[in-house]
Structures are given as C-alpha cells and as structure tokens.
C-alpha cells in the first residue's frame, strides 16, 4: 500500500490521516492513500514567491523555452513508466498516449514560442505611441511576469496532460506554479512530478504538489496570483466566488464541462465520405477516454431524414467496441477512473431517461474482456435518442460525465445553429461537411457560443487532430457554461500570466528599457561599420548614416528591364493624369534596393546573411531627380541558441532601414533581419 506524497517547500511530505484511498479502476483493487491535511499553503505561496518566482524571472523568455524544452525531452525519455501507472485508471493504450504524450507535446509546443518572444525576462508588445508633437514624449507597452502564483486546480480525467498544458504556459511566462490534481488520480501525477523534481530541471520553488482534497489551497490567492479550475461548473463558482478571489481581483481561469455538439452537413448523406468520418468521430468521441472528457461529444445533431441512418450506422460502429482490461490486446474502451463516477454517470442518465430513451447500448447487460465488471469501474457506451430536442431539454442541461451521447433532429442549418445553442456554451463543436456555405454559416452564426469550431470533411479527415483535441498553439476554453476562460493559446496564454503596463517617457528612456530602437532616441553614428561588428558588439541604436544617390531615368529604365515589372506609372508618363503622380516614379523595390546598396558593407565579415524584411513601407514617391540617403540603426538583438556543437555561434540583429530624400523626409521604411556571428564561438 503506498501513499502518495505532496510536494511541499522542497519536501516530500505525507498529509495528516488518509484523506482518499486509491482503487485500480479495472480490478478495482485498493492501491494507496493519499492526504493533504495539514500542509502549510501560506508558506507554500511564499516559498513558490521567494524561490521558484525570483529564480524564473532572472530567466529570459529563451532560456525559460530551453528549460522547457529539455524537460520535454527528459520526460520523453521516462514514459515508460507513465503509461503503466496510467493504466490503473482504466485508460487503455490510445487514452494514455493522449494524456501523456499530449501533455509532453505541450511543453514542446511552448517551448517553441520563445522565437516568438524577446530574448528578455519580459515582453514588449505591439509598437511605441506618440504622445507630443515634437516627438519627445512617447507611451509603448511591456509586459511583465507576475510576481505571484499559478494555483492549478485540475480535474481526474487527464492527470498529466491537465498539469503539463497549465504549467507550460506559467513557467514560460516566468511564474512558479502549485498544483492540486484531482485526488482520485493523483498517484499518476505524483509520479511525473517526482521525476520533475529529480530531474533538477526546475528551479527549487518552480513546481509544487498537492494529492489529497486540498482544502484551503486558494486561501492564500491574492492580487499577483493566478487560480486555474478545471471541472464542474458548480466547484468552479464555489472556488470564484470566495472572498479573497473576489476582493483581491484574482484572476481566475475557470473550464467547465460543457455539452458539446457534433453537425451533420445535409450534404453528407449516407454512401458519402463524409458520413462514414461522422460516424467514425462520433464513435471515438464516446469510447475514448471512456468519454471521460471535457470535450467529448454529447449532443449529436443530424438533418432529421437522416435520423435513423444514423443511428444505425452508430449502432453498427459501436457494437465492435469492446470494453475491459486494456492490458487485453483486444478491448478497445477500459473503464471510467472511479466506481464512483460510474454512480455518477448513471444518476445523470436516469435524470435523461425521464424525457428521452436509449437506443443504443444496455446499463447493465454488457460484457467486461478480462475483468471483473462489479468490481471495476465499467460502463457500456450508451446512445439516447431525443426527437424534441426544443421542448425535451434535459440533454442540452445534463451532462453525463462518461460514454453517453444523444442523438437529435434538425430541420434546417438554422435550426442546428439553435439546438447547439441550447448548450449554453461549450468548449467545441464540429460541422461535418463539405460544403463551403454550409461551413461558413455554421461557423459564424455558432461560433459566439463555443469556443473552438471544427469543421471536418474529407479533405482533411487524414490530417485532423480530431474534435475533442484542443491543441497548444489554439485557445481551450468556452463561454457560458464552458466557463467563460481562456487556457493555452500560443502566446495569448502566456499572457494570462503577465501584467501588461505603460510606459512613457523620452524615445531614449522607452529605447533603454524596451531594447528595441525608438525613433528619436540617439543614433550615435556606428564605429566601425555595423557590418564589421560581432553580435556582442552592437548596441542598439548605433547607426550608419550612408552616402547618398541620386535618381536617374536610367535607373528607372534599367530596373523595370530587370524586374519586368513595366507598370505604367514606372515607364509611361502619358498615363498620369488622374493619378497621385506628378511625374513618372521609381518602383518601390528599386529604392529599397538601392538602400541596400548604400547600407552593406560588402567585405566578408560576422554578417552572415540577411534572411528577410519586416514592415515594408513606401511612403513618398521618388521622382527622377530625387536625391535618397539612408539611416541604417541597430533596431533589436535577438540571442539563438546552437542547434548541435558544430552549429556558428549567432544571434539574430533587426536594422531599421530608414531611407530619406534632400528634404529629410522619410520615403520608404524597412526593418531586415541578419544573422550575426558572435565573438565567443562556444556560445
């Protein structure tokens, strides 16, 4: 009998008494205990402030991507020993890869996003705001970690991948986390965090760990802090609505369980491609996880002719399902995690039998492969049919956490638009079509109501992530009973946990603390040439100021010959009239190219190579005549990480390209990005 410790200070620690034993869902054999009576939660959140917050926010956005990288790998490497243990939640082979290696996939996915951020321990974002007109005083916006705690609350149903995809996202943004997994299957994230601990990845105050009930883990949540729920609508208000969340503003992220829908497209009839893929998703979407996820279809909403072609090709599909031991090679749905959320689930189907019957499947008469069905957590995929889903709404309010769905008519696309809206929120629904005006209508009449749309047809069916995955780089979350939060997102996510403030002051002050070059800050003219320097070397603002070139028609003639770009404001001053043209004018792309050059320094040297242009604008035309010079400023450095030991030591430099005409006015602006090696080549 083991029993499973919380993470507490830097300790393994073992709660007062046994809060909740522990049962292997498939034998339904008592394993372990677990507790969280006792434990310190206001030294916890100091410990998580003074250890785990002030290591991570010395960390820039890149070394914190590295870390999560590594622990990615590191994870990779050990999950073995995860889907054995994942087992015992009666997951099988497909349920376990989606919890675990899903979750792995997360840190991967975030640690991916430190490109996208500055090589800072916070975030600049957007672009610089004038405020005077002489240009003197200007606003611009960064964005800094919190100097809090994510508080994870997270449901039984995905033990690892409900921590990993949370802490990803805190750890990214420079903030330490504690988690509280829900107490039924705690042991299997307990297991994960100890090989997080060892693994000495982490800063010491990064990660810690509540099993057991947790009771009292958000009473010490306060303005800096960050409180995350994952579970019923009814513990989430709970949690929302104590007094220190709600006094102290705590942002909190709450994700219910919500009734999500599937849509047949009229256009996919029987003998269609299409209606096999409905079929088929609907199926994994009720036995995978044994339908224990937020996200799993509960409402199936088909074109009422086709009503009993569907049921029958369900019934068909489901009848190959089998249900046991995954360690059988042969079943293909294993159990729900507890005994006691089959007594839930089938509480909520006797509520939905009162308006609505079953169709497909049996409570009770169904065959357990390789175990004891009254002793595991066992259940039979269950399908109700509703034919009045307007006035018979028990579907559209209970949700039957497990294999349970229903199966509803509409008349038209309108129709299904309302009956999906009777969910009152949810964090997905699919239209299955193929059908262009069928999908865009969907989309934009439901979308306000759910918080992801997947359209699925036959062209992308092979590739489709499928509808119950919410993917890191895509926000989860839904409005309404969904929850009203927001989780993942790319670097929306990371935000959740950065406090965005203004800043104002001289373009030079803004330049100093953004890193990033602010017009009328200083441009002390670059010695030697910035070509010339390391990446070490330059600083931002240093500038280059070129010499000049005037504009011929030759070269007007000669670049349109090269281009072949013969537009007739370039070459023909018979056409004119009517335009903003005074006189035939040089093609944009020649004074760029001119600026470049004027700009290069062309002997060999740390520049590598310039591998692309941001921002692009042309904004006065240039007559013949014209007379371009360009100011060439170190906007922004960027460190890189080497990809293997032979990899050139480089960091990434973005130079405002500023070219000007004899009035001093600005005719084009252009930011190009270039490699740069540095001095110290073992970096």
């Known amino acids: 009998m083991t029993n499973y410790q919380n993470y507490v200070k830097g300790e393994w620690i073992s709660g007062e008494g046994v809060e909740t034993e522990l ?13 969280s009576v006792g434990l310190d939660y206001s030294g916890m959140m100091d410990y998580a402030k003074e250890k785990g917050g002030r290591a991570l926010r010395k960390m820039t956005f890149t070394q914190r991507g590295l870390m999560l990288k590594e622990l990615a790998l590191f994870l990779q490497s050990n999950k073995r020993k995860y889907y054995e243990v994942s087992a015992w939640t009666g997951a099988t082979r497909v349920d376990s890869w989606i919890d675990i290696e899903g979750g792995i996939g997360n840190l991967f996915a975030n640690a991916s996003l430190r490109r996208q951020l500055p090589d800072l321990p916070y975030h600049v974002e957007g672009n610089a705001v004038p405020l005077s007109k002489g240009g003197s005083f200007i606003g611009h916006h960064i964005m800094v970690p919190k100097q809090g705690v994510a508080i994870h609350i997270n449901a039984f149903n995905f033990p690892i991948w409900g921590m990993l995809e949370k802490i990803a996202v805190n750890l990214l943004a420079g903030v330490p986390a504690v988690v509280k997994p829900s107490e039924y299957t705690c042991y299997l994230t307990e297991v994960m965090v100890r090989d997080i601990i060892d693994s000495k990845i982490l800063p010491e105050g990064a990660l810690q760990l509540v099993v057991g009930l947790g009771r009292g883990v958000v009473d010490f949540a306060g303005a800096e802090d960050t409180v995350t729920f994952t579970g019923s609508a009814a513990t989430g208000a709970i949690i929302g609505n104590l007094d220190n969340i709600q006094n102290d503003n ?11 829908a599937a849509v047949l497209g009229k256009d996919a009839v029987p003998g269609t491609k299409d209606f096999d893929i409905f079929i088929k998703e609907v199926q994994k979407e009720i036995t995978i996880k044994a339908g224990q996820k937020c996200t799993s279809v509960r409402r199936v909403i ?59 499947g049996d409570l009770d008469d169904f065959e357990v492969i390789g175990a004891d ?21 028990g579907a559209h309010n209970i949700e039957c956490f497990g294999p349970v769905t229903t199966l509803m ?46 359209i699925l047809n036959e062209r992308c069916a092979a590739e489709s992530t499928g509808h119950g995955s919410p993917m890191p780089m895509l926000v989860h979350g839904g409005p309404g009973r969904a929850g009203g939060g927001e989780e993942m997102g790319g670097i929306r996510g990371v935000k ?41 070397e330059l600083k931002v603002g240093d500038t280059v100021f070129t010499h000049k070139h005037t504009v011929t028609e030759a070269d007007i003639v000669n670049f349109a010959n090269v281009s072949g770009d013969n537009f007739y404001a370039h070459v023909d001053a018979t056409s004119l009239d009517g335009t903003m043209f005074e006189q ?11 600026a470049a050059g004027l700009f290069v320094d062309p002997k ?80």
């Open 23 to 35: 049962f292997n869902a498939i034998t339904g054999e008592q394993f372990g205990t677990c507790s």
């Open 250 to 260: 705590v942002s909190f992220n709450l994700e219910c369980d919500s009734l999500n």
């Open 302 to 360: 088909v074109p009422e002719e086709l009503m009993d072609d569907v049921q029958s090709a369900l019934a068909a599909r489901l009848a190959k399902n089998t249900v046991g031991d995954p360690a059988d090679k042969s079943v293909r749905m294993g159990s729900l995690a507890t005994r006691l959320q089959v007594e839930r689930v089938r509480a909520n189907i006797e509520l939905l039998q009162k308006e609505q019957n079953i169709v497909i």
């Open 373 to 393: 069905k009254n002793k595991g957590a066992f259940m039979a995929p269950i399908v109700f049919r509703n034919d009045d889903p307007h006035n018979k709404t």
């Open 409 to 454: 008519p509409y008349k038209d696309l309108a129709d299904a638009v309302a009956i999906a809206r009777l969910g009152k929120g949810s964090l997905v629904s699919s239209i299955i079509t193929s059908d262009m005006d069928i999908a865009t209508e969907y989309t934009v009449e439901a979308a306000s109501m759910h918080g992801r749309i997947h």
């Open 496 to 536: 959740h946990y950065l406090q965005r403030t203004a800043i104002q002051g001289h373009p030079q002050t803004i330049t100093a603390i953004t890193k990033q070059f602010q017009y009328g800050a200083d441009q002390p003219e670059a010695n030697p040439h910035v070509f010339r320097q390391h990446f070490e």
């Open 584 to 594: 035939r004018v040089a093609h944009g792309y020649f004074v760029l190219a001119k």
């Open 604 to 683: 060999k040297g740390p520049v590598l190579l310039n591998y692309g242009i941001d921002e692009c604008r042309f904004t006065k035309p240039v007559y013949i005549g014209t007379t371009m010079g360009v100011r060439f400023t170190v906007k922004e450095k960027i460190d890189q990480e080497k990809k293997n030991d032979a990899d050139v030591a480089k960091g990434i430099v973005k130079f405002l390209v500023d070219m000007y005409d004899e009035t001093g006015d600005t005719i084009g602006v252009a930011t190009i990005l270039t490699m740069v090696k540095k001095i110290d080549q073992s970096k």
